[in-house]
């Protein structure tokens, strides 16, 4: 008589792993797009904070904060605003974090230790040039020429009243996409992209207009 086999053959180990990696598979997938879910909520609560933060900065002291340019993390300017923004249109740099007191990188950030390390996660900034400056309520718009479309190229700010200021997170690709790949080589266009999420286009950015800045330094009585 024939005596009956313990445990399982190959085939059945080979079946019931495949079934775990499918089960696995279906759980995580889940799990990674709440967890970009979340990072991206957490980004766009930070551009709130940071955006405050610029008006805050603006009260105190009359001006917007100039972009931060230096690339080495251990110089002491580092993610502190440079003391001018120069004569020519203001080229898009980073933001000052510490001039603001706002974090140094969005969700997705990588914290740098050299020079060469790259920028993963830093706020780009690109700010009005006379509105960098002591700024009055009849101070009009630079010739920096900023401006914030979506991939339609529907404007979504007016010529009349563009941005004095724009502030964006490149998402979780790390880097910025559209308009706002376009920006940081050519220094004259002041045109950025603003637009929902798709498969090629994450960036998350949020701007500071010139009547929200004008009505909370009036209501602060920084202004007229």
């Not at 993963?120 to 020429?145: E, K, M, P, Q, S």
Request: proline share 6%; net charge negative.
């Amino acid at each position: 008589m024939k005596r009956n086999q313990l445990g399982f053959s190959l085939i059945e180990l080979a079946v019931a792993v495949l079934v775990i990696a499918l089960l696995l598979g279906s759980i995580l997938v889940p799990l990674n797009t709440q967890l970009e879910q979340r990072k991206a909520a957490e980004t766009r609560r930070m551009l709130e904070e940071i955006r405050e933060a610029l008006i805050g900065f603006a009260i105190i002291n009359g001006r917007l904060p100039c972009p931060d340019t230096d690339s080495d993390p251990a110089a002491v300017g580092y993610g502190l605003e440079e003391a001018t923004c120069g004569a020519d249109p203001v080229t898009e740099g980073y933001l000052p974090w510490k001039s603001l007191g706002v974090p140094e990188m969005d969700a997705w950030g990588l914290k740098r230790t050299a020079p060469g390390s790259p920028r993963i996660g830093d706020w780009r900034y690109r700010v009005d040039r006379n509105f960098a400056a002591a700024f009055t309520l009849t101070t009009g718009f630079g010739a920096d020429a900023l401006a914030v479309r979506n991939s339609a190229g529907s404007a979504l700010t007016s010529s009349s009243e563009r941005p004095v200021a724009i502030m964006f997170s490149a998402g979780s690709n790390t880097v910025g996409d559209a308009q706002n790949a376009i920006s940081s080589f050519e220094p004259t266009n002041g045109v950025y992209q603003s637009d929902v999420p798709s498969a090629t286009f994450d960036d998350i950015l949020v701007w500071v207009s010139r009547p929200i800045l004008f009505n909370r330094m009036v209501a602060a009585g920084k202004l007229p």
